[in-house]
């Protein structure tokens, strides 16, 4: 099934990519984020945060645009965010990002012996929670930043679907931090204060290893509207609301120019997928049965739990019948297949080309 880029963007954007929104992309229905596959065994550590060991950097708009809006859906992720901003941590002109001491504490876990994230302990995995993250939900998802938009843990696309995604992070967090830059500089901040690459906690050096602001620096690096931070977010996204496409064009240039044609490019090849003719079930996959008939399917690179009817249909793949014939007599059987589930069976060797 096909939806347009819009279904996945948040509203702030809808005017400003006006070609780009309304193309078609399949939707995401391997990675089912409502019922998350990474927390599907009964043990795993990420039942309380799903993927979302992550701490966004929400741009001084998409802050802004939150505090701004009237949806009572918001008012949990607003509250989250005016308490970051009272506690100052993270918090810069260009948006609200990782504290220091969370951007240490997540290299320490990720770079500590390469683990994978599999083998996190309980106490590291909810360590990095993300401060948006509400029992299950983002607090926060109409204003989401480009890694929450972009990421999925499974595409049905498998490899070019991951391409796409790819180049849409790239050109969502060059238009973040332009856009935020753009607003800075309208709100006629000091050129000489706006950095041209994306700035972090340690760059701006407001903030210490173990967490404490350092006052007078941070005081500094909000200059006038020190102890008026809200107002500052909100003007910024009464800029960027206000801007057309064509504006917006001007002021991304022709870096956004390239990134688009990038992301159009994998958009084309997602949603026009190619499959080798023959297929076969690569039989030396673990099959585990599970008392309530489910599978349990692991191999080095996947890990995952089916029912009985998709083992019953990954072995129809002999390597004798074609992959048409074979997707044919599967949809009569009244289920909800597409032939692009099949790409992400074949880039984790669940099928192989024959
Ligand atoms: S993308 Fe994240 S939340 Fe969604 S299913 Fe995958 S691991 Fe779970
Ligand atoms: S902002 Fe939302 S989607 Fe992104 S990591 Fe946090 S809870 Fe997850």
């Known amino acids: 099934m096909l939806i347009s880029i819009q279904d996945k963007l948040p509203p702030v954007y809808h005017h400003l990519f006006v070609d780009l929104v309304a193309k078609p992309i399949p939707q995401e229905t391997l990675a089912t984020c409502h ?20 701490y966004p950097f929400l741009t001084n708009y998409l802050i802004g645009g939150l505090l701004s809006d009237n949806d009572h859906t918001l008012l949990e992720g607003q509250k989250r965010v005016e308490a970051i901003i009272a506690s100052k941590r993270g918090v810069t002109p260009f948006g609200v990002l990782n504290p220091l001491n969370y951007e240490l504490l997540d290299k320490r876990i990720r770079d500590s012996a390469q683990r994978p994230t599999d083998l996190w302990s309980a106490n590291e995995v909810s360590s990095l929670r993300c401060p948006y993250y509400d029992k299950g939900h983002c607090s926060v998802w109409k204003y989401r930043e480009h890694c929450c938009v972009t990421h999925f843990c499974v595409s049905v696309g498998g490899q070019e679907g991951n391409n796409f995604w790819t180049a849409f992070d790239d050109y969502l967090k060059y ?3 332009s856009l935020s830059k753009y607003a ?14 994306t700035p972090t906690a340690e760059s701006l050096r407001f903030e210490n290893a173990v967490g404490e602001v350092i006052e007078n620096n941070y005081k500094q690096m909000w200059g006038e509207w020190y102890g008026r931070e809200i107002e500052f977010y909100k003007e910024t996204y009464r800029i960027v609301n206000a801007l057309t496409a064509e504006q917006f064009e001007n002021i991304t240039g022709v870096n956004q120019a390239i990134l688009k044609k990038r992301v159009l490019a994998t958009q084309y090849t997602f949603t026009h997928p190619s499959f080798p003719e023959y297929l076969k079930f690569n039989s030396n ?15 080095d690179k996947v890990n995952f739990i089916v029912d009985e009817m998709v083992v019953r ?25 597409e032939i692009q589930y099949l790409k992400p069976l074949l880039q984790a060797d669940v099928l192989i080309a024959i």
């Open 285 to 299: 996959f673990v099959l585990k049965p599970l008392e309530n008939g489910d599978y349990h399917v692991s191999t």
């Open 175 to 177: 238009v973040e931090y």
């Open 35 to 54: 019922d998350c596959v990474l927390c599907q065994p009964r043990d795993s550590t990420f039942v309380g945060t799903k993927c979302c060991t992550y």
């Open 313 to 337: 249909i990954l072995k129809k793949f002999d390597g004798t019948k074609s992959t048409e014939s074979i997707c044919q007599n599967i949809k009569p059987l009244g289920l909800e297949f």
């Open 184 to 197: 800075m500089l309208q709100m006629g901040w000091d050129a000489s204060q706006i950095p041209l690459e």
